[in-house]
């Protein structure tokens, strides 16, 4: 199925165009796989761009955002290792980056957003041979339960998704760059490693300083290197892995490191030096530091301008772990709530924020949204009856879509953006009698446009309801007239049987799906 939903506003230059295409055959209904926006709005004057300003972890300190190219962002995130379902950890992290991303666009940035998949590594090969199959079957199924997972949250899709397996020449390349710069060697177990402390600036995102850091508490010991702070660059082939997690190379046969490979795959679709490399705060070090060291050494110039990191995801105020039984898949919670409350539940923390699950919480982010379904369904029925004259909502159409900016502009704030649209539902209920309708359809536009660049508000749509409904409809309002509220009852049931829900008004009789 697939729905479409297009608002137009001539007078404040509006345009908004969201394509939800649902899954099929996944046994999940209104599972959309993909969700299109396309945003050109106020928000993308250049005075407005010039007003972003996001933290940037390299700095330490909140910047206005200057992007390389004008009007242009290049963008990489650190995406899932693909072996098990996504989790509300993995949909934390894919959540905060598009709504930066659609935020970005809003503005009207051209935007290239590349978010990798892991495709191999010690975690996959071992769970590949647990399950007796082949490593990219495992692959290629989980690949297809996190796109129907992101889809149903409303996570748009990159512009470019590589898989590691796909550059792994690449990754060969950079590392004999490396090797010829004097900061990759071979050890006598066939590895080839990065020499950490010949890396001048290695620790500058992280704040760790080498001499603090102890062999064995976050890096690896193994006697085949000259350091134990140094990492794996390329793995040798071991006798007991399949065929397929093994490439020839001139270090023998093996397999990238996970660290060269975001260096190898972000170089390649966004160039050398780009805008904005993102990822979980789990990142940041060693992996995002080690990035670092790789690229700035083979290509002699900075890695990324600005770096950002979401927070963590916390479970009843505990680290999410199997061994806590605190471990929750998106789909485990969907299963109770539906994808769209949990979408909700990740805006309610700004992004750097940590955030803590709780059914609470999870219920009453359910209940907000229902407020937002019921607001904008209130909207379509007061523009349909529109017999007011009054023009005031306008002015809190230009006042919510200010608040909102600010709330966005100030390091993506979306619990700032949410109480703006919140103020906005509560000005809609009480002015919108009064109303004309050229005023409510600015609301509704309006409406449409602030929430639609958080992602809300996806499974909304449009239904006329059907011929025998609107009779039934009909014949209850005269039942009512007559005062024959027995027949009125029972007519009622017989509208809410056929799905649809018939609610009194002062403009008459009021229809929604059910």
Request: glycine letters at 6%; hydrophobic letters at 35%; charged letters at 25%.
């Amino acid at each position: 199925m697939r729905y479409c939903l297009r608002f137009k506003d001539r007078q404040f230059g509006l345009f908004i165009v969201h394509n939800i295409v649902f899954a099929k055959n996944t046994g999940m209904s209104k599972c959309p796989l993909q969700s299109k926006i396309t945003v050109y709005s106020f928000f993308n004057s250049k005075s407005k761009m010039d007003s972003l300003q996001i933290y940037n972890s390299l700095t330490r300190s909140k910047q206005v955002f200057k992007p390389i190219e004008p009007g242009k962002v290049r963008m990489y995130v650190c995406g899932m290792t693909i072996y098990d379902y996504c989790h509300i950890g993995h949909a934390r992290m894919m959540m905060s980056f598009d709504v930066v991303y659609r935020w970005l666009k809003a503005l009207g940035y051209q935007v290239t957003y590349v978010r990798n998949i892991t495709d191999i590594d010690d975690k996959i090969i071992n769970r590949a041979g647990e399950n007796g199959e082949t490593i990219s079957s495992l692959t290629e199924r989980f690949t297809r339960y996190m796109h129907e997972d992101t889809g149903a949250l409303g996570i748009l899709p990159p512009d470019h998704e590589p898989r590691a397996t796909e550059y792994v020449p690449e990754m060969l390349e950079l590392i004999g760059k490396l090797e010829k710069n004097g900061l990759a060697y071979q050890s006598e177990d066939g590895d080839v490693n990065y020499s950490v402390r010949d890396f001048e600036g290695y620790g500058k995102l992280s704040g760790k300083s080498l001499d603090d850091l102890r062999a064995g508490e976050r890096v690896d010991v193994n006697t085949g290197k000259r350091d134990p702070l140094d990492f794996v660059l390329w793995k040798s082939a071991k006798p007991t892995e399949p065929d397929e997690a093994k490439w020839p190379s001139k270090w023998g046969a093996g397999r990238p490191g996970w660290h060269i490979e975001c260096s190898a795959m972000s170089s390649k679709l966004l160039g050398d030096h780009f805008d904005i490399h993102g990822g979980g705060a789990d990142l940041q070090f060693p992996h995002h530091e080690n990035e670092i060291a790789q690229s700035e050494c083979a290509n002699g110039c900075t890695f990324s301008h600005y770096w950002m990191h979401n927070g963590f995801l916390n479970i009843n105020n505990q680290k999410m772990s199997k061994s806590a039984n605190n471990f929750f898949t998106v789909r485990e919670i969907a299963d109770k709530y539906g994808y769209e409350p949990i979408r909700y539940f990740m805006l309610t923390a700004g992004y750097r924020m940590p955030l803590n699950y709780t059914v609470d919480l999870i219920e009453s982010c359910k209940n907000s949204l229902e407020r937002l379904y019921t607001c904008r369904d209130n909207l379509d029925f007061a523009i349909r009856n529109a017999h007011g004259t009054d023009t005031a909502l306008t002015e809190k159409c230009e006042e919510a879509r200010k608040k909102f900016k600010t709330a966005m502009d100030d390091d993506l704030n979306t619990p700032d953006a949410l109480a703006a649209i919140f103020e906005f539902v509560k000005d809609i209920n009480t002015m919108s009698d009064a109303a004309d309708k050229a005023t409510l359809e600015k609301a509704a536009a309006t409406f449409d446009e602030l929430t639609g660049v958080l992602g809300l508000m996806y499974n909304r749509k449009a239904e006329e309801a059907p011929d025998e409904v609107k009779q039934l409809v009909e014949e209850r309002a005269a039942a009512k007239k007559a005062k024959d509220f027995a027949r009125a009852d029972a007519l009622r049931a017989k509208i809410t049987e056929l799905g649809w829900n018939v609610m009194d008004t002062a403009k008459g009789p009021q229809l929604t799906k059910l």
